[in-house]
């Protein structure tokens, strides 16, 4: 009776410890976006971007990128025409939990824009892609927004 006792409080000690959940899973809410530093005038405008990993999981291939909006004549849409932010480091960009990488975008208005008056220029918009793992799969991710919204 003892034995059986015991192999019972075994078996149901490793089941529990089984099943508890030691999975780790993505959340876009534990990227952190930050606008560092931005210089604006007539012909050219920088920013200064961080981007923090406060998650569990490595982050891979990572591109970011920023935009300016078509403007409609009921509101606005995305712009196919991308610029990607430079960091210090070459790729692939691996952004492991707890760390952070700063972007910077240079974008030459006056020089390529002109005095376009499609886009707008007052709500730069951002989108950040990459590579997450998710047990032995490298899954896609993509998130995207006003960078003065994010976090």
Same mark, same amino acid.
């Given at each position: ?22 999975? @780790? /899973?993505?959340? %876009?809410? %534990?990227?952190?976006?930050? #606008? ?8 050219? /405008? ?5 981007v923090k990993n406060s998650g569990e999981l490595e982050i891979k291939y990572l591109h970011f990128y920023l935009y300016y909006p078509i403007i409609m004549p009921n509101g606005s849409k995305g712009n ?5 932010? @430079? ?8 952004? @492991? ?33 990459? #590579? ?5 799969? %490298? ?8 960078? #003065?919204?994010? /976090?």
């Amino acid at each position: 009776m003892k034995h059986s006792i015991l192999a019972f409080l075994i078996i149901f000690i490793f089941v529990l410890t089984a099943c508890t959940a030691t999975d @780790k /899973r993505f959340d %876009d809410n %534990d990227i952190e976006i930050n #606008l560092l530093n931005q210089e604006i005038n007539e012909e050219y /405008r920088t920013y200064a971007i961080e981007v923090k990993n406060s998650g569990e999981l490595e982050i891979k291939y990572l591109h970011f990128y920023l935009y300016y909006p078509i403007i409609m004549p009921n509101g606005s849409k995305g712009n196919p025409f991308k610029i990607e932010g @430079k960091t210090d480091i070459s790729h692939p960009v691996i952004l @492991k939990p707890g760390k952070s990488i700063n972007y910077t975008f240079f974008v030459p208005i006056k020089e390529v824009f002109g005095d376009s008056k499609l886009l707008d220029f007052n709500d730069p918009q951002i989108e950040l892609n990459g #590579l997450v793992q998710h047990g032995k799969t %490298d899954v896609p991710f993509g998130m995207g927004g006003g960078y #003065l919204h994010m /976090r």
